[in-house]
C-alpha cells in the first residue's frame, strides 16, 4: 500500500478510480455518476466540481476532498480463482 503521512496517495485514487468512485458518490450526492466518470479520479476536477455544485470556497471543497482521501483505504485483494 502506498501512503503517505498516513493518507494514501492521490495516483492510488485516480487508478482505482471505478473503485473509489461510489464512496465519492456517498460522500457528495449532489453529483452525479456521469460527472464523477468524467472526473475519472482527477482532484483538481473533483475539487471545482465540488466547489461550483456546493456553492462552496474552493479552499472548503479541497479540504473536504483532503479529508475524505484520509478515510479512504486500498480495495480488497481477491485472488484469482484456480
Partial sequence: ???RRGRM???RIQSNWQH???SAL???AML?????DVIGG???LLTGHIEEIYGITFATAQAQV???RGEQREPAFK????
Fill in 1 to 3: 500500500m502506498e501512503f
Fill in 9 to 11: 496517495r492521490w495516483e
Fill in 20 to 22: 473509489f468512485k461510489s
Fill in 26 to 28: 456517498a460522500r457528495w
Fill in 32 to 36: 452525479t455518476p456521469q460527472e464523477l
Fill in 42 to 44: 482527477r482532484r483538481d
Fill in 66 to 68: 483532503e479529508a475524505w
Fill in 79 to 82: 485472488p484469482a480463482p484456480g
